[in-house]
């Protein structure tokens, strides 16, 4: 009978995760050699090919992709064991924060099921606006937050990288010649933010048709035509749709959507819980349901 190594599946899955086997070894804490000895060691444990890799790109083959399931699940019963017979539950008040936007992704089920398999901890959950959330946690008021980060800035541990588009609807229509109306959160935003520099980088005229304070807002405004607005690609819900080409707008790049902890409280039984299962979701947990 075959038996596999946890470390091996927590060093494929962190692979499989960042497509990247320098940021695995990053977010694992070891070096890149013994991150390729992990996933080397498990390919032969299976006798298939789990990953392919070249000098530019990291990709899971047909067998990587069953894989990753099957490791979530090993994990998370090895995890479970473990707690039982050490007699460590998870327990107290845990202090979570949500980007709004992500609300509407796998994350509310994570949730679900994290209550389930730890009934002892209570969460005090906090959605707001990523920047509002990163100034939380800054401030000691909250334990882990999931949200966005700008590209290249390397707090956190990434969950998925993600491309901004812009959204509109199917009849929006933009002239050429008027400023551009946005639908924005209020500054702190990433999201409006990358707008407004790639507006302002193509010499494009704008202007703040209308303010929103939550996903919901922006996404109603949207749809009834009042502007166009960003939003990560996996996160555009049924009402809207990606503006393309024709569009003629500017690129506005990727952004990451990560998993942060408070270093005050990030070796508290709750919170590496919590971590532990927001990360072995994958990136799959942050693309939007609806």
């Known amino acids: ?63 990587g992709e069953a894989m990753i399931g099957f490791a979530r699940s090993i994990l998370a019963a090895h995890e479970q064991a473990s707690n039982y017979f050490s007699g460590v539950r998870p327990h107290g008040r845990l202090r979570m924060g949500m980007s709004d936007d992500l609300a509407l992704t796998r994350l509310p089920q994570i949730l679900r099921d994290f209550r389930r398999d730890h009934p002892l901890v209570d969460l005090d959950l906090s959605i707001d606006q990523s920047g509002s959330l990163h ?59 990358a707008m407004e520099n790639a507006l302002q980088r193509a010499n494009t005229a704008y202007r703040s048709a209308c ?27 049924v009402q809207l749709t990606p503006l393309g080409p024709q569009h003629r707008l500017p690129e506005l790049g990727y952004i990451d959507l990560v998993l942060l902890t408070n270093p005050r409280t990030e070796d508290r039984p709750a919170t590496k819980a919590l971590a532990a299962a927001v990360l072995a979701s994958g990136p799959a947990s942050l693309t939007t349901t609806t």
């Open 135 to 193: 100034r939380r946690l800054e401030n000691d008021r909250l334990d882990l937050f999931v949200g966005k980060r700008p590209r290249g800035e390397p707090r956190g541990q990434l969950v998925k990288r993600d491309r901004l588009v812009w959204v509109g609807t199917a009849a929006t229509r933009l002239d050429a010649s008027k400023p551009l109306p946005l639908v924005v959160y209020p500054a702190p935003s990433l999201s409006r933010t």
């Open 1 to 63: 009978m075959t038996t596999y190594d946890p470390g091996q599946l927590e060093t494929f899955l962190a692979v499989a995760q960042t497509r990247s086997f320098t940021q695995a070894a990053v977010r694992l804490g070891i070096r890149q050699p013994t991150v390729s000895q992990h996933v080397r060691k498990l390919e032969e444990a299976t006798g298939r090919v789990l990953v392919h890799r070249d000098t530019h790109s990291v990709s899971m083959t047909p067998d």
């Open 211 to 237: 303010i929103c304070r939550g996903v919901n807002g922006m996404i109603g405004a949207v749809a009834a035509g009042i502007g166009i607005s960003a939003l990560a690609s996996s996160l555009v819900p």
